[in-house]
């Protein structure tokens, strides 16, 4: 069964704290995906990685990195945590071949206070 | 900008009701179409669609895409409390990298 996974799944972290959120799928697809999900603003595309240490920003960016030292593992960063960062994070994982379906993982819920 | 939009935004009915929610899309390098369907936890996928006219069914759900108007509609007949839940359409789109592009969701309330 394929699975991805999130390190947590509640977080709260301190205004200007630096946030490491992790994901790790087990199906070796190369496309990993990093959501943020609000309230009447739906699933935003943060960033996303085509291949290890591959990047491109997706549409709201700012505020956060990403790293893919590894094809499994996809990270996210929030360099100093604000309070406007307080959402629902989903990662995702996608494979360029004959498969479609993006497979997400349980969700990493970060409140910054 | 790529952009996918669905309606109506909410939508409460009965027991037993039939829905339609509806996606549009317009996008540049369009590849399919999905649906999921997500309650209180990480969306699960329902349907992949990629050609015009094909219905897809699962049950009391069923989808058809119409790539000449660029929509899709998600029927879901019969409805019980166990769809309540949030809708969400996605656009892969293609080029050099892959990617998904949700709409904001249609939230679904079945009463009894």
């Known amino acids: 069964d394929v699975k991805v996974t999130q390190s947590s799944r509640y977080l709260v972290k301190r205004t200007g704290e630096k946030v490491f959120l992790e994901c790790v799928q087990d199906m070796d697809h190369e496309n990993m995906f990093w959501y943020r999900q609000d309230p009447g603003l739906g699933l935003r595309l943060i960033y996303f990685s085509y291949d290890v240490k591959m990047k491109e920003k997706g549409d709201i960016p700012e505020g956060y990195s990403v790293s893919r030292e590894k094809k499994e593992r996809f990270s996210l960063i929030l360099e100093s945590a604000s309070t406007n960062q307080t959402s629902m994070y989903l990662c995702?994982?996608?494979?360029?071949?004959?498969?479609?379906?993006?497979?997400f993982g349980p969700g990493t819920r970060l409140t910054v206070t | 900008e790529d952009k996918v939009v669905q309606s109506p935004l909410s939508l409460v009915v009965h027991e037993g009701d039939t829905v339609t929610l509806n996606c549009s899309y317009e996008?540049?390098?369009?590849?399919?179409l999905l649906w999921y369907k997500q309650e209180k936890k990480a969306p699960t996928f329902l349907f992949m669609l990629?050609?015009?006219?094909i219905e897809k069914k699962s049950g009391r759900l069923s989808s058809i895409l119409d790539k000449k108007e660029l929509f899709s509609i998600l029927n879901i007949t019969a409805t019980q409390t166990g769809d309540s839940a949030v809708y969400l359409c996605?656009?892969?789109?293609?080029?050099?990298?892959?990617?998904?592009?949700f709409g904001k969701g249609t939230k679904l309330t079945v009463n009894p």
């Open positions: 990629t050609s015009s006219g």
């Open positions: 996008v540049t390098n369009f590849r399919s």
């Open positions: 995702a994982a996608l494979t360029s071949g004959s498969s479609y379906e993006q497979y």
């Open positions: 996605a656009v892969r789109v293609g080029g050099g990298s892959e990617k998904l592009v």
